[in-house]
């Protein structure tokens, strides 16, 4: 099925500890993203990759790096988790034209203790 | 820069009545697209409708429409004969022409409640 798959869906993580999430999308699409929301909240942008080979920070990128490995995948990497870091992660993506919204992820759980 | 206001934090809506949730942006973008998502408990996000802001009509999808009113810069979605089904959080998003295409502006979202 055609789509955004995000592994893994839940992760428990002790403060310093390190992860990637990874994202990978089949449709073709130039810009792919990573969004975090918070319970009640709505979606930060964390940093989002417009093209193969090119990041640019988003609302909230303090503590992430990315890397857009080739046009289908982004991972987001969490190099020290910190407490404040707990929250749902999603992975989108999108095409070129402007009705294209966002195709998302299922969603990564992440709690860090 | 662009933004989104969702000012109804939480609705509650009768089932089978009608409801309107409002979204007002701002932009100077002359062209950009607007959207509404919903996020059932389950968490995954749910494109709804779409309205390009020189669509001449409403978008209609199903028992989902869209208000648009340029002028007022509104783009409220009204759900029609509510199902419990509808219990979600919805958020609306916008992205511009020409103002970093790339990037999807949300609002807060909206927790709508549909009552038996």
């Known amino acids: 099925n055609a789509g955004v798959t995000q592994t893994p869906k839940f992760q428990v993580l002790k403060t310093g500890q390190s992860m990637t999430l990874q994202c990978a999308q089949d449709m073709n699409h130039n810009s792919m993203y990573w969004y975090r929301q918070d319970p009640g909240m709505g979606l930060r942008l964390i940093y989002y990759?417009?093209?193969?080979?090119?990041?640019d920070k988003g609302e909230v990128p303090n503590g992430y790096n990315v890397s857009r490995l080739n046009k289908r995948e982004f991972s987001l990497r969490l190099e020290s988790a910190a407490p404040s870091q707990t929250s749902v992660y999603f992975c989108?993506?999108?095409?070129?034209?402007?009705?294209?919204?966002?195709?998302f992820g299922s969603g990564t759980r992440l709690t860090v203790v | 820069a662009q933004k989104i206001t969702q000012t109804q934090p939480g609705m509650f809506v009768q089932e089978k009545e009608a409801v309107t949730l409002d979204c007002t942006y701002d932009t100077s973008d002359p062209s950009y697209g607007l959207f509404w998502y919903k996020q059932p408990s389950s968490g995954e996000m749910i494109f709804l409708i779409y309205q390009g802001s020189y669509d001449q009509q409403n978008a209609t999808e199903g028992r989902y429409s869209l208000n648009f009113q340029k002028a007022r810069k509104s783009a409220n979605l009204v759900i029609s004969a509510s199902q419990l089904g509808d219990s979600a959080m919805y958020f609306c998003a916008m992205r511009g022409v020409r103002d970093n295409f790339n990037k999807f502006y949300f609002g807060s979202g909206t927790k709508l409640n549909v009552k038996p």
């Open positions: 990759s417009a093209s193969e080979g090119t990041t």
């Open positions: 989108a993506s999108s095409g070129d034209r402007l009705d294209y919204g966002y195709t």
